[in-house]
């Protein structure tokens, strides 16, 4: 079974950058599409961002496009979430998703496991 260990959340003011890691075990990770997403309560959860397992192709929710960045490492079975520019908007529990299968894409319904988050709080 997949694990992902998300880390690198925490506290930061409006304007601010942060950057969220996520380590992957028990998966050949160079052929899995890598995501991140977000959730806070009382609402879905919501695609912020995916990368193909090349790295080639990546993907934003517009909310986050042009601040956000995602990439991975496949030789630390590693993937990241560059935040720049935070608002108050941003705040939310961030997942580190893997793929449902080897080489698929990344629309939200391509992922199928999930690590147990991290907490982003943007203070304005």
């Known amino acids: 079974q997949v694990q992902l260990a998300e880390s690198g959340g925490g506290l930061v003011q409006a304007g601010e950058s942060l950057r969220l890691s996520c380590a992957a075990s028990?998966?050949?990770?160079?052929?899995?599409?890598m995501g991140w997403f977000r959730q806070v309560p009382g609402k879905e959860r919501e695609f912020v961002a995916g990368?193909?397992?090349?790295?080639?192709?990546?993907d934003y929710a517009g909310s986050v496009k042009g601040r956000f960045t995602i990439s991975r490492d496949n030789a630390k079975n590693a993937v990241y979430l560059q935040m720049n520019g935070l608002n108050s908007d941003d705040t939310a529990v961030y997942y580190c998703?893997?793929?449902?299968?080897?080489?698929?894409?990344?629309?939200?319904?391509?992922?199928?496991?999930w690590g147990q988050g991290t907490q982003v709080t943007v203070s304005s």
């Open positions: 998703a893997a793929g449902s299968r080897p080489y698929s894409g990344i629309n939200s319904a391509d992922f199928g496991s």
């Open positions: 028990r998966i050949t990770f160079s052929l899995f599409s």
């Open positions: 990368i193909t397992w090349g790295g080639r192709t990546t």
